[in-house]
């Protein structure tokens, strides 16, 4: 797998064209740590200020999940956005105050991907592939800031830096916006895409031609200024989304010749996680030229083995095959979710791993020591979980084997 300075190369520097970087390019076990690292800290903090640690989960995806807005946030807890912000940002000073009681550790691993003497530039560049591969747009400005002050940087450092972040995603997505408004000619990159992954969708039995929703079940957040929009000549109006892959996939929706129209956020679907219920929207519903219907769901290639995404696409799939849709898992990547079924593995990595789940739930340091022994790549793990349907969450690290069966996705 190319290294983080390969997927820099290939990610261009003004970020304007990020539909065309293949988010396979960009995952890590290192990327991971990052992540891993924050949750534990955030585990820790939890101790303390339970209601603290869960509004950084949900803000900053920490769990695994995406991103949530700090509307939708506040919907929850039936507070205002700005109330919601404040909370928040009193929230990551103090966990940064926790970072710093836990000791050295947290910084030397940070700060060997986030150096105090690199240059802004660098690390614009790599905070803005972290959070394209990580589908975390929504909370680019809060995570490159935690990552900076982490890793060492001052308070006005990793303002600075952060805020230089979002402004290129600001810009981004208005030049997007501007190049659409025009109704450039499709690319036949984004076509080609789309052809692809028709092979990937799970369809029903008995698939239904009929009509998609023409209204988004998404609707406490809709103007949230923390979403990008643009115009999609397709529909005919602004389209809002989440993050720069999100926005990928609208776009080859859009330039497609098999696409006859689409709808963002289309329904609501149930789902029950460890005990307890929430809802999810799914990106889009697509019909296409065939009078099929297709719900799709974005996640980030690097995430689709998490416990909660898989809970959430299971939810996912049975409700489109209800209405005789068929189902689709947009990974960013021309890897999707079955061909993890026949990804190999290295047969060292396999059988360490087995044996360790076999022993119980498999911590940070076990996955540590096979990687240091088998040279493990973080997509060869992925497909080590799908396969042996293993549960994977991140907040904190857990590896174990389920009590039964995760359903299908």
């Known amino acids: 797998m190319p290294t983080d300075s390969a997927a820099h190369k290939r990610s261009p520097d003004d970020h304007a064209d990020r539909h065309l970087f293949d988010l396979r390019e960009g995952i890590s076990f290192e990327l991971e740590e990052v992540n891993a690292v924050l949750a534990e800290l955030i585990a820790i903090h939890a101790d303390r200020r339970a209601k603290d640690a869960e509004l950084l989960t949900a803000r900053l995806g920490i769990g695994g999940a995406k991103p949530e807005t700090l509307t939708h946030i506040g919907t929850r807890y039936d507070l205002s956005r700005d109330r919601v912000r404040q909370l928040h940002t009193k929230a990551v000073a103090q966990l940064i105050h926790t970072a710093q009681q836990a000791g050295d550790h947290v910084t030397r691993m940070l700060s060997s ?228 079924s026949t990804h190999p593995v290295d047969s060292a990595s396999t059988r360490m791993l087995h044996g360790l789940v076999a022993r119980g739930p498999v911590r940070r340091d076990g996955l540590a020591a096979v990687r240091a022994q088998t040279g493990l790549e973080l997509l060869d793990f992925l497909a080590l979980v799908l396969q042996n349907d293993w549960r994977w969450d991140r907040a904190p690290f857990r590896l174990s084997a389920p009590p039964s069966p995760t359903p299908r996705m």
Request: proline content about 4%; overall charge neutral.
């Open 113 to 340: 991907r986030y150096p105090i003497d690199a240059r802004d530039r660098q690390l614009v560049r790599r905070l803005l592939v972290e959070t394209y591969v990580t589908d975390t747009d929504l909370a680019a400005t809060e995570l490159s800031y935690v990552k900076l002050r982490l890793a060492g940087h001052t308070g006005l450092d990793a303002r600075r830096i952060a805020g230089f972040v979002s402004q290129r995603i600001a810009a981004w997505q208005k030049k997007t916006n501007r190049r659409l408004a025009k109704l450039y000619d499709a690319e036949p990159s984004d076509t080609n895409q789309l052809s692809t992954w028709l092979g990937h969708i799970d369809w029903p039995e008995t698939p239904t031609v009929a009509t998609v929703p023409t209204s988004a079940a998404r609707t406490a957040d809709v103007d949230d200024d923390g979403r990008g929009r643009f115009y999609l000549d397709k529909v005919g109006r602004e389209v809002r989304f989440d993050s720069g892959l999100e926005a990928r996939l609208l776009w080859i929706l859009n330039t497609s010749d098999v696409v006859e129209t689409f709808q963002e956020y289309p329904v609501a679907v149930r789902y029950h996680l460890d005990g307890a219920e929430d809802w999810h929207c799914p990106s889009v519903v697509a019909r296409l030229t065939s009078g099929r219907v297709v719900l799709i769901d974005v996640e980030a290639l690097g995430h689709v083995g998490f416990h909660v995404n898989r809970v959430k696409a299971a939810a996912g799939r049975a409700a489109a095959h209800a209405k005789g849709w068929g189902w689709l898992i947009w990974t960013g990547s021309a890897i999707g979710v079955p061909d993890m």
